[in-house]
């Protein structure tokens, strides 16, 4: 029989046995290196919507759609119409928010004719809609950075405004020489901002835009167009913004394209249809946005690699 000293000299023995099998088993762990997760912002997502009267009603459509899918601008640049509906999405309003204010809008609300050498439209109404609209904010105090794009009459230079008065800046974008009497901002006259920046795509990209999505209601000049004012003006404008109007999309990197060339430039009437295509052009382009930002963060990532 096996002594209490022998039972014990074992124990021990068996003990550190396992102990030495343990240290062995861990120094024979291979350690995977975990790869880091490279984060990339998000790219900034400007929206640049052109100017074309009643037709801007398509603005909101697109926007409605564009939301719903998760694309929230952080810039908004706008031109005449453009300006109008961009104001008042910068300022916080929601896309149902905006459409419910289109179905509601008349005539009366926004113009207020006078008799005048300059134009026939004096311009208060629109100025005071808006700023109404976006809670007597100026710009610089909207949740989303905005600009409204005006031209300054005694140089033709083009003007981003994008501080101060919101109905103001509105009001110069949108006033249509000889239509219009121009806007007058710290001494200086204004007209409507397609003279120079039909769609200010240039402007968002100076804002910091790393994706510029384009909304371009413009109608292409044609033949057989409309011979009433509105629709002679119509004309006129397209055809003098023509070579602007192409210059500005080829810096998108999304153009967004309703079908309202067929409409009329002061057709409140018209307001549903040009908001449905709006959605319906919005919706055509939703994989064409997704691959830019797709884009843009694998792009971002390899920066990110070659600076480490």
């Known amino acids: 029989m096996l002594s209490l000293n022998s039972y014990l000299n074992r124990f021990f023995l068996l003990?550190?046995?396992?102990?030495a099998l343990a240290g062995c088993d861990k120094s024979s762990k291979t350690v995977t290196p975990t790869t880091p997760v490279v984060k990339v912002r998000e790219p900034v997502?400007?929206?640049?919507?052109?100017?074309?009267?009643?037709?801007?009603?398509?603005h909101i459509g697109a926007i409605k759609v564009l939301e719903s899918h998760g694309i929230k601008p952080k810039i908004v640049t706008g031109t005449s119409a453009g300006s109008?509906?961009?104001?008042?999405?910068?300022?916080?309003?929601?896309?149902f928010q905006l459409q419910?204010?289109?179905?509601?809008?008349?005539?009366?609300?926004?113009?207020?004719?006078?008799?005048?050498?300059q134009g026939f439209i004096a311009g208060q109404k629109l100025q005071d809609y808006v700023n109404k609209n976006v809670g007597n904010r100026p710009i610089q105090q909207f949740p989303i950075r905005f600009a409204a794009i005006a031209t300054q009459l005694d140089n033709g230079q083009k003007v981003a405004f994008n501080r101060g008065n919101a109905g103001q800046a509105v009001r110069a974008s949108c006033s249509i020489p000889n239509v219009f009497i121009p806007a007058t901002i710290a001494g200086k006259r204004y007209v409507d901002g397609g003279l120079v920046s039909p769609i200010p795509v240039q402007t968002a990209r100076d804002m910091g835009a790393d994706i510029v999505i384009a909304i371009d209601i413009s109608a292409r000049p044609k033949a057989g167009?409309?011979?009433?004012?509105?629709?002679l003006l119509?004309?006129?404008?397209?055809?003098?913004?023509q070579?602007?109007?192409?210059?500005?999309?080829?810096?998108?990197?999304?153009?967004?394209?309703?079908?309202?060339?067929?409409?009329?430039?002061?057709d409140l009437k018209s307001r549903h249809q040009s908001i449905l295509e709006g959605e319906r052009a919005a919706q055509v382009q939703l994989a064409a946005i997704d691959l830019k930002i797709q884009q843009f963060k694998q792009s971002a990532r390899a920066r990110q690699s070659v600076v480490r």
């Open 15 to 19: 003990l550190l046995s396992c102990v």
């Open 45 to 58: 997502i400007a929206l640049a919507l052109g100017g074309g009267g009643a037709k801007g009603f398509a």
């Open 84 to 95: 109008f509906v961009g104001s008042l999405y910068a300022s916080g309003k929601t896309p």
């Open 100 to 117: 419910e204010l289109a179905l509601k809008l008349e005539e009366a609300d926004i113009r207020d004719l006078t008799l005048s050498k």
């Open 225 to 231: 167009q409309s011979t009433n004012l509105w629709g």
């Open 234 to 241: 119509d004309q006129t404008l397209n055809i003098m913004g």
């Open 243 to 266: 070579q602007s109007i192409n210059q500005e999309l080829a810096q998108a990197d999304v153009v967004i394209k309703p079908a309202v060339g067929n409409l009329g430039v002061m």
